[in-house]
T-cell receptor
Framework: ELKVEQNPLFLSMQEGKNYTIYCNYS?????LYWYRQDPGKSLESLFV?????AVKQEGRLMASLDTKARLSTLHITAAVHDLSATYFC???????????FGAGTTVTVRA | DTGVSQNPRHKITKRGQNVTFRCDPI?????LYWYRQTLGQGPEFLTY????????KSRLLSDRFSAERPKGSFSTLEIQRTEQGDSAMYLC????????????????FGEGSRLTVL
């Protein structure tokens, strides 16, 4: 059974500083996804990473995928309050056609 | 709005009652998924359809749960004889545009239907 682990589960960020969220998974996969969820809301797609070495950037967020290490990172540059949310990574195993999610990282950005 | 639509958004029911949720996917998507999310957890897969065929069901989906997608468009998720442990957010997602477009596997989620069982 595919396991997806995120750490940390809770992250208190100071505005203006840089942080990284890690996502490890237990079985071979070339496809990994990052989503954002605001309280009481649904999941918003942030990044789709479809191959080893893939790197995507949007604003202050950058995601990368190392399929050999079974690791993805979500890097936050110069955190701002608007980034407070819960971030989930999800993995798609070959021929499985469904995503398995991590437990999420709840981010709070303080002044 | 051409996104995934779910209703009702909130449902409060008493233990033992039946509830039904509806999901309208993005119109050009032929895969439809149901997930369940409890507080502080990531979404857990329940079941998915390709067109009208239900291709996989999680062991989380007990015999009190049934999902249908009769014409390959909207889907319903029914929970019979609800229990307090069924309280959760039920999320619907769709994916896989056809007509030759590439399948990235990305799921597009609706706003969810929150169930509270008293």
């Amino acid at each position: 059974e595919l396991k997806v682990e995120q750490n940390p589960l809770f992250l208190s960020m100071q505005e203006g500083k840089n942080y990284t969220i890690y996502c490890n998974y237990s079985t071979t996969s070339d496809r990994l996804y990052w989503y954002r969820q605001d309280p009481g809301k649904s999941l918003e797609s942030l990044f789709v990473l479809l191959s080893n070495g893939a790197v995507k950037q949007e604003g202050r967020l950058m995601a990368s995928l190392d399929t050999k290490a079974r690791l993805s990172t979500l890097h936050i540059t110069a955190a701002v309050h608007d980034l407070s949310a819960t971030y989930f990574c999800a993995v798609d195993t070959p021929h499985d056609y469904k995503l398995s999610f991590g437990a999420g990282t709840t981010v709070t950005v303080r002044a | 709005d051409t996104g995934v639509s779910q209703n009702p958004r909130h449902k409060i029911t008493k233990r033992g009652q039946n509830v039904t949720f509806r999901c309208d996917p993005i119109s050009e998507h032929n895969r439809l998924y149901w997930y369940r999310q409890t507080l502080g957890q990531g979404p857990e897969f329940l079941t998915y359809f390709q067109n009208e065929a239900q291709l996989e069901k999680s062991r989380l989906l007990s015999d009190r749960f049934s999902a249908e997608r009769p014409k390959g468009s909207f889907s319903t998720l029914e929970i019979q004889r609800t229990e307090q442990g069924d309280s959760a957010m039920y999320l619907c997602a769709s994916s896989f545009p056809h007509r030759g477009l590439p399948n990235t596997g990305e799921l597009f989620f609706g706003e969810g239907s929150r169930l509270t069982v008293l």
